[in-house]
């Protein structure tokens, strides 16, 4: 499955990385022409936009990929009431779900390490040579990728040690998976909305946020712009912080970070910050991580979470 996501998403991207290079070749024939502002050289592509095509083809597959490796682990042991055969033997019960976790775990991470070599390889061979900082950026896009995935193994871990049977337990985890994935972004924009209020007034006769009416005092219209980037700011703010409990919406933001810095930066539910749209410069590491440190360590949280709660209910599970 994952060998099939790396080829679908390696060949749409590349598709849109060629594009995008004979639209930077052509821009680079007429760089020197009359029309041009002086001074200007047109940015060469990064092939990282390739795997943000891969991101959408992770959040479709990747998803359930971690589901099934987790979803019956432990309660396949107890419709079979192999649990208790397996404790009659000198292990302690804390090995047992550790070890079912860890196995399963690097399974899954060994399998998605394969992927994106695999993409790599097919880069190569197409002729396209990322740098050692796009290089780096690709191990950033693998690491993250493998959070994501194991958050949603973790949580069919949980709702297997859970529940009674493997059934319950996979529509369980499907539940919970459409809660967090769709519900939740939907809900954050909403309660983000009743936090911050209603939106400021808007002076008379104001027409749009770059229109001065000629009955309106500028002092007051800058007044009324000021309110309204506080409110967005706000409303934002509020709506990212009830986000971080979407292992979806942390992914994303994460992986376009690392593989499309530029976009990122903007992406923050906030319409003011199209206004000047994307930064000229390539924004470093320490502004991305500023910008996504919340939803990095929430993806890392998540995971830890469900296995938390895994671990301490098959503690305390009580098995006859």
Known sequence: MFLIISAIGVHD??????????????RMQSVSSDTQIPGYMPEIPSPLIIFTKMTDYFVMFGVFLGIAMGFDLISKEKETRSLKTLLSHPVFRDEIVNGKAIASALVLAIALGATIAVSVAILLVMGIVPTVDEFCAILMFTGISTMFVLTYFSLALMMSTVAPDSGTALISTLAIFLLLSSAVPILGWTAAEMIAGPLPASPVDAQGSHYISKNIDSSEFEQYEREMQSYWEGRAAASSLINLLSPNVNYQKTALAVTDP?????????????????????????????????????????PCVFFSAAYVTFMRMDIR
């Open 13 to 26: 991207g590349a598709d849109q990385y060629n594009n995008m290079l004979a639209s930077y070749a052509q």
């Open 262 to 302: 530029k976009i990122a930066v903007t992406m923050d539910n906030n319409p003011y910050s199209f206004v000047e749209g994307p930064p000229e410069t390539q924004p470093g590491l320490d502004e991305i991580l500023g910008r996504i440190w919340a939803n990095v360590v929430a993806l890392i949280a998540l």
